[in-house]
C-alpha cells in the first residue's frame, strides 16, 4: 500500500486531498499540519509521495524539503502546493530539486492527480531496473 503524506496547515484543504487521494489511490495517507511534525514522522517512516505546502507554521515546505532532500528515497514523489503563483518562487521550488509544483486553486486535485498519473509509471520503472 501506498504511504502519502500530506503536509497542509490549512484543515478543509488537508481533508479534501486526503479524503480524496486515499480513495483514488487505496493508499495509507497521514496528514500534518506543520514542517516539525511532518519531519519527525518522515524521518521514522518515509512517504511514496509526498505533499508540501510552501506556507507552513514554523518552517516552509521548501525548507522541510531541505532538511529532507538528502534522506528521501530517490523514488518519493515530491509535490510542492503554494496559493502563491510567483516565478521567482517556482526557480527556488527548481533550484532546491523540486520538480512538481501545482497552484492551490479550484484545480488542486485534477493538477496533483496529473502529477501522480505522470510520475508514478516512471518511479516505477526506476525501481524495478
Same mark, same amino acid.
Given at each position: ?28 495517507? *497521514?496528514?500534518? /499540519? @506543520? =514542517?516539525?511534525?511532518? %519531519? ?10 509526498? $505533499?508540501? #505546502? ?8 521548501i525548507e522541510l ?16 502546493? *503554494?496559493?502563491? /503563483? @510567483? =516565478?521567482?518562487?517556482? %526557480? ?10 501545482? $497552484?492551490? #486553486? ?5 493538477s496533483i492527480r ?16
Amino acid at each position: 500500500m501506498r504511504r502519502i503524506y500530506i503536509v497542509e496547515d490549512d484543515p478543509l484543504t488537508a481533508s479534501v486531498l486526503s479524503t480524496t487521494l486515499k480513495k483514488m489511490y487505496e493508499a495509507e495517507v *497521514s496528514v500534518f /499540519d @506543520d =514542517g516539525l511534525t511532518a %519531519l519527525a514522522a518522515c524521518r521514522k517512516n518515509y512517504p511514496d509521495i509526498l $505533499i508540501l #505546502d510552501y506556507q507552513l507554521p514554523g518552517m516552509t515546505g521548501i525548507e522541510l524539503y531541505g532538511q529532507l532532500q538528502h534522506h528521501l528515497p530517490a523514488d518519493t514523489l515530491v509535490i510542492m502546493a *503554494s496559493a502563491i /503563483d @510567483d =516565478g521567482i518562487q517556482v %526557480l527556488k521550488f527548481i533550484q532546491q530539486g523540486i520538480r512538481n509544483y501545482v $497552484i492551490k #486553486d479550484e484545480n488542486l486535485i485534477q493538477s496533483i492527480r496529473q502529477i501522480i498519473s505522470d510520475e508514478l509509471p516512471l518511479l516505477q520503472e526506476r525501481k524495478f531496473e
